[in-house]
């Protein structure tokens, strides 16, 4: 199998490239190709990269990896989750309070693949149990994070997402356009509400998405635990 491991920065994958260095210090995994890339923060730079290595090999599953906001009170934070649908939230213009996406001003197909409804949806299932134990949400993208009590009403009342990052929607697209099977996995490191960062848990956030990242490699590959 060849694996390539997506995340916008290094802290969020960085307890799983740990555990993949103790196996071997090669990229090679019980004979499994494992590339770790390092997109930058954002769906441009998460774009820019996937589009320069995708097509240059054959991989059989993309994983990208990260940390996320919940608008969901019912998941604690820290929680684990598999992203099935993801769009472009904030891609489009302002009719004076209205906000016009670009499928409303035209300027995209709604449903022009890779798009369904306007979503990037995965298509994909992998029978993992370190996978089909966690919840299964539906994400929006955006360039800048929710913060602001009406912006986020205006956002739930016109998405019903779950969570929110900035880089997922980029990712999907990428992968449906290059027919590559992928799954995004991210942990909630906060609620998205009023800007308040002693309220959030990035590390515990990090942690918890790890070890579920670790176990699906202990899946997929067969590596094995330490002894």
């Given amino acids: ?12 994958v960085k307890p799983l490239e740990l555990f993949l260095l103790k196996k071997d210090e090669t990229r090679l ?7 770790l890339l ?3 923060v954002g769906g ?6 996937l589009g320069k290595i995708l097509p240059v090999s054959n991989w059989d599953l993309a994983i990208q990896l990260g940390i996320c906001g919940s608008f969901n009170p019912n998941f604690p934070i820290g929680s684990p989750v598999n992203i ?17 996406d670009a499928f409303e001003l035209g ?27 966690l919840q299964r949400v539906k994400s929006i993208s955006v360039n800048t994070v929710s913060g602001n009590d009406v912006s986020i009403i205006k956002t739930v009342g016109r998405y019903h997402p779950d969570v929110e990052s900035m880089e997922g929607a980029a990712f999907a697209f990428c992968c449906l356009l290059e ?10 490191s ?22 579920t990242a670790i176990k699906l490699l202990q899946e997929l590959l067969t590596i094995g635990s330490e002894p």
């Fill in 1 to 12: 199998m060849k694996l390539l491991i997506v995340s916008s920065t290094w802290q969020e």
């Fill in 29 to 35: 995994y019980n004979e499994h190709a494992i590339e």
């Fill in 38 to 40: 390092i997109t930058g």
């Fill in 44 to 49: 441009v730079t998460t774009s820019y990269h």
């Fill in 84 to 100: 099935i649908s993801d769009c472009f939230a904030d891609l489009g213009a302002q009719s004076d309070e209205v906000f016009l």
């Fill in 107 to 133: 300027l995209i197909e709604k449903s022009r693949f890779p798009f369904e409804d306007g979503w990037l949806n995965n298509p994909h299932t992998l029978n993992c149990q370190s996978v089909t134990e």
């Fill in 179 to 188: 027919s590559i099977p992928f799954l995004q996995l991210r942990a909630i």
């Fill in 190 to 211: 906060n609620y998205v509400e009023k800007r308040d960062r002693t309220k959030w848990n990035i590390p515990l956030a990090i942690k918890n998405l790890n070890d």
